[in-house]
């Protein structure tokens, strides 16, 4: 199964992203924008993983859930990555020590169980949209500022099970982990 470990969002906060998901759209050409739904921020990805790891993987969550104490993060802006003359268009995660030591931590735990990580460095963002293709009037910098920032309490961390459902990719939690504070 494929996994990855996320941040979930509180309705609240999906409602107001997926407003700017909406606003996006509507400057596109074409592009996949996220489902509601489908809405989180990625902490560590695993990819494939036999199902006879997730007690390992389980366990590595909670010793790093009980580590850390409730924190918030300061959701906004707008940011791309560039492939093949497409865009992915994200929103990114104001600078949080607190969020970066949660990473660390989890993929430490991860590589000492001999779970394969990415080593890139952590860019904690929300994906928006995929494959992009923008109007030719769209001003990037203008409708950045169209995005208010969301504050938001992390009070969970959850592993997440992606897979296609009728067509659709959905990411579903199979397992969350409170915060000790």
Same mark, same amino acid.
């Given at each position: 199964?494929?996994l990855f470990?996320?941040?979930?969002?509180?309705? %609240?906060?999906?409602e107001?992203?997926?407003k700017?998901?909406?606003d996006?759209?509507?400057?596109?050409?074409?592009?996949?924008? *996220?489902?509601?739904s489908?809405?989180?921020? *990625?902490?560590?990805f695993?990819?494939?993983?036999?199902?006879?790891?997730?007690h390992?993987i389980?366990?590595?969550?909670?010793?790093?859930?009980?580590g850390?104490?409730?924190?918030?993060?300061?959701?906004?802006?707008?940011g791309?990555?560039?492939?093949?003359?497409?865009?992915? +268009?994200?929103c990114g995660?104001?600078?949080? %020590?607190?969020?970066?030591?949660?990473q660390?931590?989890?993929?430490?735990?991860?590589k000492? /169980?001999?779970f394969?990580?990415?080593?890139?460095?952590?860019?904690?963002?929300? *994906?928006?949209?995929?494959?992009?293709?923008? /109007?030719?009037?769209?001003? %990037?910098?203008?409708?950045?500022?169209?995005?208010?920032?969301i504050?938001?309490?992390?009070? *969970?961390?959850?592993l997440?099970k992606?897979e +296609?459902?009728?067509?659709?990719?959905? +990411?579903?939690?199979?397992?969350?982990?409170?915060?000790?504070?």
């Open positions: 199964m494929r470990i996320a941040i979930n969002f509180t309705p %609240e906060v999906k107001q992203l997926y700017a998901i909406q996006l759209s509507k400057e596109a050409v074409s592009g996949n924008f *996220t489902r509601i489908n809405l989180h921020l *990625t902490v560590a695993l990819g494939e993983v036999s199902s006879n790891r997730l390992d389980r366990k590595i969550i909670n010793q790093t859930a009980f850390f104490d409730v924190f918030e993060i300061e959701i906004g802006g707008l791309k990555f560039i492939n093949q003359g497409e865009f992915l +268009y994200w995660i104001r600078e949080n %020590e607190t969020l970066d030591k949660l660390q931590s989890l993929i430490q735990g991860l000492a /169980n001999e394969l990580v990415d080593d890139k460095p952590f860019k904690p963002h929300i *994906t928006l949209g995929r494959r992009c293709r923008m /109007n030719s009037n769209f001003d %990037e910098k203008e409708f950045a500022k169209m995005i208010v920032p504050r938001m309490k992390v009070t *969970t961390i959850n997440m992606s +296609y459902r009728d067509g659709s990719l959905t +990411y579903s939690s199979i397992g969350e982990v409170k915060l000790k504070g």
